[in-house]
């Protein structure tokens, strides 16, 4: 089951965190992953170093999400090398949490940017080549936070919640061409953006998370690998909730 023998996959953010252990699960599936990123190279090698490693196949690819010319042409360099893209996983993003009366119009631009329209543009290229092979699959990684809002994150909750808009609409567009379009959206996971987190903050989040733990980017990227399976034909425009039973 969950075969990814003969795909290749493009990973935003692949090169840490959540997006490292979805190209891991991937590649461990047999696709071969592309792992994006946008400044951390060393992470990025090191990635595509540790699926090399366990005899999976994958190659980093530098470019900026939020810029639709870098990411046209991108995709379409990695379609003219590798001839096909099955399988897109819109996982890049950033947090910048103010209150309200904080928050700054640079850190809204940034997030939207990055996080909506990023993975819009994405979207766009990939799945203008998906229409034309009538197969595809999209993961996008959304947030509990945009289900549930939360104190602080009203800039992110608001990016994440767009990102379940554009799952559900781009789900209806595409679902004729034999393309599915679905969300996972992660409770609280241990990575660098949740590092920054002071300790009661993440014990308040815990203390709401009837498992009584943070997950792990595996854990999370065992739902976006079914979701990017085969098996998850007749799945779309759902959000899969990887949260501990923080929202139910
Ligand atoms: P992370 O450790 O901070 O990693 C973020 C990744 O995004 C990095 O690979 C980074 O690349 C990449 N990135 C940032 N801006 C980019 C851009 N403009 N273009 C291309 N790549 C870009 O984050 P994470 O915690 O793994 O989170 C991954 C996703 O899960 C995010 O969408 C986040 O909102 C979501 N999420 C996380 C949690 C959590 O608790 N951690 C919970 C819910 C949802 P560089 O290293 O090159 O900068």
Known sequence: MFSMDGKVALVTGGSRGIGRAVCEALAARGAHVVVNYVSDERAATETVERIASGGGR??????????????????????????????????????????????????VAATWRINVQGALWCCKAAIRLMIRARRGRVVNVSSVVGETGNVGQSVYAASKAALIGLTKALAREYASRGITVNCVAPGLIETDMTAALPEEAKGAMIAQTPLGRAGKPEEVAAAVLFLASDEAGYVTGQVLRVNGGMYV
């Open 58 to 107: 994958a190659e980093p690819m530098r470019f900026d999400v939020g810029d639709p010319d870098a990411v046209e042409e991108a995709v379409t360099r990695l379609h003219q090398r590798l001839g096909r893209l099955d399988v897109l996983v819109n996982n890049a993003g950033i947090a910048r949490d103010a209150l309200l009366l904080r928050v700054r119009p640079e850190d």
